[in-house]
């Protein structure tokens, strides 16, 4: 029952960033409605879930609340349309450690071109991308989410404070991401 454990342990946040090395990627499969299918070793030790609490879970089993809903409703618009997606992601471990990444997703077709599920690469985010440009705007996306109550309001508005900040700038969000690979 890992979702239990997921909302029994919701509250608790240590402060702690797990790190992982430059060299290591994370990764994990879902099915089409995001519960994992498989999980890889640096997965299951920076989430800090066994193996079997893990592979079956709703992904959303790492989710920290720090996460504007907005990121994850472009991430699925995104899928849905058959897209790559590249996202700056805060997860949390079980003990309420957390590590971010910058996670490209991309959906998995089978031999007729039909959509059978998705699957997630996660690599190092550099430490001032991270603090002067993704927090800052996943601050100010929450603010926008804190006015409404129901996550759907909520993921509305982040996607729509988003798509604002890109208008201003010009790019789409493809390009953003891409500018601060840079
Ligand atoms: C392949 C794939 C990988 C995902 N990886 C993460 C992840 O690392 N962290 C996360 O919080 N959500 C991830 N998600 C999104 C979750 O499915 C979910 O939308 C998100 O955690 C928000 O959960 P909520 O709707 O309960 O707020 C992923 C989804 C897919 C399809």
């Not at 790492?62 to 994850?72: A, C, D």
Request: proline share 4%; aromatic share 10%; hydrophobic share 40%.
């Amino acid at each position: 029952m890992a979702h239990v454990r997921f909302r029994e342990t919701m509250q608790t946040l240590t402060g702690v960033a797990r790190p992982f090395g430059v060299n290591e990627l994370i990764v994990s499969k879902t099915d089409l409605k995001g519960h994992i299918t498989y999980a890889n070793e640096v997965f299951l030790r920076l989430a800090g879930y066994p193996e079997k609490e893990t592979v079956g879970a709703p992904h959303c089993l790492i989710r920290h609340p720090h996460m504007p809903h907005g990121v994850f409703r472009l991430l699925w618009d995104m899928l849905g349309e058959g897209k790559e997606v590249f996202a700056f992601i805060v997860n949390r471990s079980q003990n309420g450690d957390h590590y971010w990444v910058l996670a490209h997703v991309t959906p998995t077709y089978d031999a007729n071109g039909k959509i059978i599920g998705y699957h997630s690469t996660r690599r190092v985010v550099d430490e001032n991308v991270r603090k002067n440009v993704v927090e800052p705007l996943y601050a100010s996306m929450r603010d926008a989410e804190a006015k409404f109550s129901n996550p759907k309001d909520k993921a509305e508005a982040g996607v729509a404070f988003l798509q604002t900040m890109l208008q201003q700038k010009g790019m789409s969000y493809g390009e953003f991401i891409f500018s601060l690979l840079k």
